[in-house]
């Protein structure tokens, strides 16, 4: 049975907020990891804790308090709608924000453990040569971390595909805006079309499968596993 066009668009929208969110937890995530791998404190301690709340925390929490954030009548709501003339809430760029909350610590574990493993010797090495942060972030780091960096991203867009309770109640269920796949999934269910649903979780399963299969054949002892 082909894919319905609702179907095709709710897997571009999929495909596109995992891209999207993917690269903006790399972005925001690398500097948070470096950061927390060279912190011992409490500080440290708490905002690692505050990254991994998502972990264990049910989804539709996060999802809760974020719509609260976003809706319309709230300054963050407000401010959006003078910005850029949309509402926030119920929209792709809500199902960013709240992607990038619920998937952080699949990006910011992996690596912060990678960045832990880098031999301080040899940062300091760098540094009496004449290298500051930056080069030595990026000549030896970078290099050092760069199989972190695959599984960081892959764990991250893997996570954001299969994300259900966030973005159902940040974005609802709006075909060709928010309705992502799992959200069509669960659109099949609840209206009995289980041979669509049975396709669409097929679907996911077999790249679920697939992409943990690459991660664990390639990460060897997987030193990357995530913790609570």
Avoid: K
């Amino acid at each position: 049975m082909p894919l319905s066009p609702a179907e095709l668009d709710a897997i571009a929208l999929t495909l596109a907020l995992a891209a999207v969110t993917t690269a903006l937890l790399l972005l925001l995530g690398t500097p948070l990891a470096w950061w927390l791998s060279r912190q011992r404190g409490s500080l440290g301690a708490f905002i690692e804790a505050l990254v991994a709340l998502p972990l264990i925390l049910p989804p539709t929490v996060l999802g809760f308090y974020l719509l609260l954030l976003l809706a319309p009548d709230t300054p963050v709501g407000r401010l959006w709608q003078q910005v850029t003339g949309t509402q926030l809430a119920f929209s792709f760029s809500a199902l960013v924000i709240g992607s990038v909350l619920y998937s952080l610590p699949f990006v910011v574990q992996p690596l912060q453990a990678a960045f832990t493993r880098v031999p301080a010797g040899l940062l300091q090495a760098a540094a009496t040569l004449g290298a500051n942060p930056a080069d030595q972030f990026r000549s030896i780091v970078l290099p050092l971390c760069r199989r972190s960096f695959l599984v960081a991203a892959s764990l991250g867009f893997a996570h954001t595909v299969g994300e259900f309770g966030v973005v159902l109640m940040i974005g609802g269920n709006i075909p060709g805006e928010t309705q992502v796949l799992s959200i069509a999934l669960y659109d099949h269910v609840e209206t009995l079309r289980f041979a669509e649903a049975h396709r669409l979780a097929a679907g996911l399963v077999i790249f679920s499968v697939a992409l943990l299969f690459a991660l664990y054949r390639g990460a060897g002892t997987t030193p990357w596993r995530l913790r609570a």
